[in-house]
């Protein structure tokens, strides 16, 4: 059984975790920034010491991709600085870290799936900022850890694409989402479940690995679509009458810079954990359905 601290606890990757909880024998410290300050090392090592913490999920993130433009100092102390915190408790203590990114650290430029060693390249702060915690425990190299890249996440918990869409579909008779930016959606109960499952396992860096440091992996859900195809599956389970129309990135400018291609390659995780990943559109059928809105 571990002591599991779980970062980032209101998020929706927190947020499922502490759903599935109860179906796993450890002991779980979900914790928010009112009570942990992760960008405080001091007080990560209190809480850590007082609760015999051996595990840490690093489910927090500063994720708002558009203001952090804009507020680069505490996108930096969230997704980069808390980060390196961590690790060097981690490492110091002995403790299991996984941490999850995301596919913002790449360029989007690519023409096929990334895999964990494609070279990366952000085009935000946001992307910049998790790139840089990234290495930052790539660096320090606390034994046993491994950071879990993931995209387009959504949740019943949450603000998340698919609640948008599910709102504004039945506000609005006709709605343009973009379809020239293609990845996978991430279901945060799947990614939630997985991580719950890699740790049943007891060791985060199988000893075939090719190397003894932090490992990184790449999970979303199965398949490949734009947001526009997202949209109109939402609206079809839905049963919205709502119509979605195709537009180009171009007619929708925001102040950060989006991947137009990240899809995630996830042979990797699945090799080494022996992990059954759900197709996108099962794991949104389940989660509207969760959500009463499946009709």
Not at 54 to 73: F, L, P, R, S
Not at 147 to 155: A, D, G
Request: hydrophobic share 35%.
């Amino acid at each position: 059984m571990n002591n599991i601290l779980v970062t980032g606890a209101n998020g929706q990757v927190g947020s499922e975790l502490r759903e599935l909880a109860n179906n796993y024998n450890h002991t779980f410290f979900f914790t928010d920034r009112e009570s942990l300050d992760i960008t405080c090392k001091e007080a990560i090592e209190s809480f850590v010491k007082k609760n015999s913490i051996n595990v840490i999920i690093n489910a927090a993130a500063y994720t708002a991709v558009d203001k952090a433009e804009e507020d680069y100092e505490n996108a930096n102390k969230v997704n980069h600085l808390a980060v390196q915190y961590l690790a060097e408790i981690a490492k110091d203590k002995n403790i299991k870290l996984i941490h999850i990114s995301t596919d913002y650290v790449f360029d989007g430029k690519n023409y096929k799936p990334y895999t964990e060693d494609d070279p990366t390249n952000p085009q935000g702060v946001y992307g910049q900022t998790k790139l840089d915690g990234e290495k930052a425990m790539l660096s320090i190299n606390p034994k046993n850890s491994v950071v879990i890249r993931t995209s387009w996440v959504y949740s019943s918990f949450g603000n998340n694409f698919v609640k948008t869409m599910l709102q504004l579909g039945k506000e609005r008779e006709e709605l343009g989402v973009i379809y020239d930016q293609v990845g996978t959606p991430t279901y945060a109960r799947d990614l939630a479940e997985a991580i719950l499952e890699i740790l049943g396992t007891g060791i985060l860096v199988p000893a075939n690995s090719a190397e003894n440091k932090v490992q990184i992996y790449h999970y979303s859900n199965e398949g490949v679509l734009s947001w526009y195809d997202f949209a109109k599956e939402i609206m079809r389970m839905a049963k919205l009458e709502c119509q979605i129309k195709p537009i180009e990135t171009k007619e929708y400018p925001t102040p950060a810079k989006r991947p137009h291609y990240s899809l995630l390659n996830k042979a990797k995780i699945k090799k080494e954990f022996n992990i059954e990943i759900p197709y996108w559109k099962d794991s949104l059928d389940e989660c509207l359905k969760i959500m009463g809105e499946r009709r």
